[in-house]
């Protein structure tokens, strides 16, 4: 199945790109060759919505695969902060563009690791982030907290956006579920499966107007190696493995 579906999406990645590529060059040619500046125009919208679709395909595809390929998971103790900051600095751009501001505060002990796959874990937090940001409107802030409770980590992605209506809470974690015209409805799903594979949970709470905080649970990694600063006069460092 991994072997077929990846396959499968090279076939299809193919076309789409020379698609865009026809595209764009439709659009040149729209701009030289046609001379009512108002038919350019409504040419150039069509344009835009085919190659929006076929983006649209593309991004289907690309999570998709991330739903249907399985890969081994790494084990190994994830400084979660770290994580998140690359989410943030990844964002920061798109961010400002649109007026949000991006924070991260550590509730907890400081530099709280968990156990698993850095590459996972932060997929799973680009998804929240990005929904977060979806949803807040400039002036708007979206804020990731930190800190642990028992054996766990618990992380949580809060926006002060627009909010989701009751009846769509129970929906949210249905793949294809969406209610964004752009919108591939696979974030929430990768987002659920991942942490099932690390042993991890996820809540959503929201009320439509009042913004929503997407609470990640995660098991805690065990006792971060001692740093060598400040490890005692005479104490040896057994290196790890
Ligand atoms: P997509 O982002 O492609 O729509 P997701 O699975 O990531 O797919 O999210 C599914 C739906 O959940 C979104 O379309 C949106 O309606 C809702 N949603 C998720 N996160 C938020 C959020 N932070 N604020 C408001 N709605 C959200
Ligand atoms: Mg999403």
């Not at 709280?112 to 932060?122: I, N, Q, S, T």
């Amino acid at each position: 199945m991994g072997t077929l579906a990846l396959g499968l999406a090279h076939e299809i990645r193919n076309p789409l790109n020379a698609a865009v590529l026809q595209m764009h060059l439709l659009g040149k040619q729209v701009d030289r060759e046609v001379a009512s500046k108002d038919a350019r125009a409504s040419m150039r919208d069509r344009v835009q919505i085919v190659v929006g679709e076929i983006k649209r395909l593309g991004r289907l595809l690309t999570e998709f695969l991330e739903l249907a390929r399985p890969r081994g998971l790494a084990r190994e103790a994830v400084p979660i902060g770290e994580v998140l900051d690359s989410v943030i600095e990844l964002h920061q751009a798109e961010a400002s563009m649109r007026g949000v501001v991006a924070s991260r505060v550590e509730q907890g002990p400081k530099d709280a690791r968990v156990l698993g796959d850095r590459e996972k874990l932060r997929q799973v937090f680009i998804n929240l982030f990005v929904n977060a940001l979806d949803a807040t409107p400039s002036g708007g802030t979206v804020r990731m907290t930190t800190r642990t409770r028992g054996g766990r980590v618990v992380i949580e992605v809060h926006d002060d956006g627009g909010g989701i209506a009751e009846a769509d809470l129970p929906r949210l974690f249905d793949p294809f579920f969406t209610t964004k015209p752009g919108g591939t409805g696979l974030g929430l799903s990768i987002v659920r499966k991942i942490l099932e594979q690390h042993g991890g949970a996820v809540i959503v709470r929201s009320k439509a107007g009042s913004g929503t905080t997407v609470e990640v649970e995660l098991p805690a990694a065990a006792d971060a190696p001692p740093t060598l600063p400040n490890a005692p006069p005479g104490a040896t460092n057994a290196a790890p493995g």
